[in-house]
């Protein structure tokens, strides 16, 4: 089945950056795209980045681009989410999430329990 | 990159059924067969209901469907039950928009 598991959450003032983790264990980890979802404090869902399985291709919600980079390291079998100049319309519980297949789009099967990310002065 | 548009709430009674409309654009939904349905109860992470309009994962049950038609996709629950009260998502691959999600819909089961 799989899982995946988000650290890194915490309080950071606006402006300071933040790295989320996601480590995954029980599936072939290099053949699945991971993705970032968010959800704000009583709030939707939001799309934030996603990685493919190779890490040769990244993408982002025009919400973080530039601001955000998505990495992976397969030899670990870990994505990480490096979150600069935080603002604090980016306060969220942060989830990390694994596509389906190569086949699908937006299909993510797994999810972590997800990670707060609190940004306050 | 503005969500898909669902209504904020649904509601019905036990063994009835209720459809969940998803509406987007022709870059969108309507663009491509890449709609997902995501199932959420409170504090919890989201689940998939179903994927590609129409598919559903392993050990969901057959009383959730998806289907399509032109910039809506829908979500239907027949024989509703007390556990499907929850919040529901949809999302669509969007070409150079890589995803959106839905606005988001509460099930009540009266």
């Known amino acids: 089945e799989g899982q995946v598991v988000e650290s890194g959450g915490g309080l950071v003032q606006p402006g300071g950056s933040l790295i989320l983790s996601c480590a995954a264990s029980?599936?072939?980890?290099?053949?699945?795209?991971i993705n970032w979802v968010r959800q704000g404090p009583g709030k939707g869902l939001e799309w934030v980045s996603g990685?493919?399985?190779?890490?040769?291709?990244?993408y982002y919600a025009d919400s973080v681009k530039g601001r955000f980079i998505i990495s992976r390291d397969n030899s670990k079998n870990t994505v990480s989410l490096q979150m600069n100049s935080l603002r604090v319309e980016d306060t969220a519980v942060y989830y990390c999430?694994?596509?389906?297949?190569?086949?699908?789009?937006?299909?993510?099967?797994?999810w972590g329990q997800g990670t707060m990310v609190t940004v306050s002065s | 990159q503005p969500a898909l548009t669902q209504p904020a709430s649904v509601s019905g009674s036990p063994g009835q059924s209720i459809t969940i409309p998803c509406t987007g654009t022709?870059?969108?939904?309507?663009?491509?067969?890449?709609v997902s349905w995501y199932q959420q109860h409170p504090g919890k992470a989201p689940k998939l209901m179903i994927y590609?309009?129409?598919n559903r994962p392993s050990g969901v049950s057959t009383r959730f469907s998806g289907s399509k038609s032109g910039n809506t996709a829908s979500l239907t629950i027949s024989g509703l039950q007390v556990e499907d009260e929850a919040d529901y998502y949809c999302?669509?691959?969007?070409?150079?928009?890589?995803?959106?999600f839905g606005t988001g819909t509460k099930v009540t089961v009266l």
């Open positions: 590609d309009v129409n």
């Open positions: 029980g599936f072939t980890f290099n053949t699945y795209a």
């Open positions: 999430a694994k596509e389906r297949s190569s086949t699908s789009r937006g299909a993510f099967d797994i």
């Open positions: 990685i493919t399985g190779s890490g040769a291709s990244t």
């Open positions: 999302n669509s691959y969007g070409g150079s928009r890589p995803l959106v």
């Open positions: 022709s870059s969108d939904v309507g663009g491509y067969n890449y």
